[in-house]
């Protein structure tokens, strides 16, 4: 199996721009899903594939890859997406699920 | 409306066994993979347990390896977790979640492992 590295905490402004990123190895093979997750409720799928938002995800969520590393940036930042922010992807052997620690993103 | 309901959640003691169920509908239930992902009191996400529509594939976090047991009934639109041999540190919220990446998840159910 492989890790997934998150920064544990990420701080933003209201209404700027803000990267949370996902780092590991299965990232050269797989494509990161990420999940938004407010307290007491269960996680919601943001992005998914290359760069995928679910219907009734605002297109301020956006997503990249490069190399090992995923990314979820939020453009413009609203006080509702605070939240912690988890992703995911395949391991290296395909057939199980890996998740990285979490980052709890605050809007200041 | 796609809905995932779990239950079956509750208290056991260390070395006790459990049943949890996930209710689905919405969707056409055998036409999806389904997974168990659990979340311990305050902490991260970790997948636990994965099955294919047919039951064909499964697999299972090396954590949960040879005590937990996932199964489905396509009949009945539902998803199981049969847990055994239970430890503390099973001790969180299970959630079914449809398909890969994961959507949607249901409302969760607490397993607390405790004497």
């Known amino acids: 199996s492989s890790e997934l590295t998150q920064d544990p905490a990420v701080s933003v402004a209201l209404g700027q721009t803000v990267r949370i990123t996902c780092q590991g190895d299965?990232?050269?093979?797989?494509?990161a899903s990420w999940y938004q997750q407010k307290p007491g409720q269960a996680p919601v799928l943001v992005i998914y594939g290359k760069n995928n938002r679910p219907s009734g995800i605002p297109d301020r969520f956006s997503g990249s890859s490069s190399g090992n590393t995923a990314s979820l940036t939020i453009t413009g930042a609203q006080a509702e997406d605070e939240a912690d922010y988890y992703c995911?992807?395949?391991?290296?052997?395909?057939?199980?699920?890996?998740f990285g620690g979490g980052t709890k993103l605050t809007v200041l | 409306e796609v809905q995932l309901v779990e239950s079956g959640g509750g208290l056991v003691k260390p070395g006790g066994s459990l049943r949890l169920s996930c209710a689905a509908s919405?969707?056409?239930?055998?036409?999806?993979?389904m997974n168990w992902v659990r979340q311990a009191p305050g902490k991260g996400l970790e997948w636990v347990s994965s099955i294919s529509s047919s039951s064909s594939y499964i697999y299972y976090a090396d954590s949960v390896k040879g005590r937990f047991t996932i199964s489905r009934d396509n009949a009945k639109n539902s998803l199981y977790l049969q847990m055994n041999s239970l430890r503390a540190e099973d001790t969180a919220v299970y959630y079914c979640?449809?398909?890969?990446?994961?959507?949607?998840w249901g409302q969760g159910t607490l397993v607390t492992v405790s004497s």
């Open positions: 919405g969707f056409t239930f055998s036409s999806y993979s």
């Open positions: 995911n992807s395949r391991d290296s052997s395909g057939n199980r699920v890996v």
């Open positions: 299965s990232l050269r093979s797989y494509y």
């Open positions: 979640a449809r398909d890969y990446p994961f959507d949607p």
